[in-house]
Every structure is written in structure tokens, then in C-alpha cells.
Nanobody
Framework: VQLVESGGGLVQAGSSLRLSCAGSGRAVSLLGMGWFRQAPGKEREFVATIGWNTGNTYYGNSVKGRFTISRDIPKRTVYLQMSSLKPEDTAVYYC??????????????????YGQGTQVTVSS
């Protein structure tokens, strides 16, 4: 499964942005898709995940109330709607998907597929 992110860019603080991640390749039964981010000099951080069949959503504490994750099952695409963006949201955002095994939504290594990342820069 290949994951391709899009939608990143440069925005001002307080703006909104929507990221997309489209999955392609062999058909698999996904358990979930989500987003992580990594800012320069910082550790990778869990952002949000959605259970593919359940629709259950999970968010990192720093984005709760500002970001919304959703998915389009036929398109095998997950979206991250980001609102009230802050300069500290600046990072490379990575999409991840899991199709097998025990899975903790906030654990990077529990996922099976990863995108290349898309840069989000929020200016003050």
C-alpha cells in the first residue's frame, strides 16, 4: 500500500488547512489510518487516527478541539482538517496506515505503511 499526502503549505496563524492522504496499491483490510508530525529538533508526535471500519477517532492532546480527522472509505483516503493553526503546529505531517495486528493508535511503530510527509508551516 502506498500512501501519498497532499495539502500542506504555508499559512498564517489562525488559519485552516486540510491535509489528504490517499492509499493506493493492493487491496487490504485497513484497521486505521492516521497522522503524525515531526518538527525540526523534536520527537515525532501523534496527531490523530481514525478506525477504518468503526470511525472511532483519537487525537493527540495538543490538537484536540482544533483538528478533525475523517475518512472516505471508497477512496481509501483520510483527511485532517486543521483549524486555529498555531506556529507550534509547524512540522512535517506523515500519514500512516495499519492493516494487521495489535494496534495502539498513538504508536508510530504499530502502523504498517507510511507516507513521505507533507510540510505545514504556520507563520505568526
Amino acid at each position: 500500500v502506498q500512501l501519498v499526502e497532499s495539502g500542506g503549505g504555508l499559512v498564517q496563524a489562525g488559519s485552516s488547512l486540510r491535509l489528504s492522504c490517499a492509499g493506493s496499491g493492493r487491496a487490504v483490510s485497513l484497521l486505521g489510518m492516521g497522522w503524525f508530525r515531526q518538527a525540526p529538533g523534536k520527537e515525532r508526535e501523534f496527531v490523530a487516527t481514525i478506525g477504518w471500519n468503526t470511525g472511532n477517532t483519537y487525537y493527540g492532546n495538543s490538537v484536540k478541539g482544533r483538528f478533525t480527522i475523517s475518512r472516505d472509505i471508497p477512496k481509501r483516503t483520510v483527511y485532517l482538517q486543521m483549524s486555529s493553526l498555531k506556529p507550534e503546529d509547524t512540522a512535517v505531517y506523515y500519514c500512516a496506515a495499519v492493516d494487521y495486528g495489535a494496534w495502539t493508535p498513538s504508536v508510530w511503530d504499530d502502523y504498517d505503511y507510511y507516507g513521505q510527509g507533507t510540510q505545514v508551516t504556520v507563520s505568526s
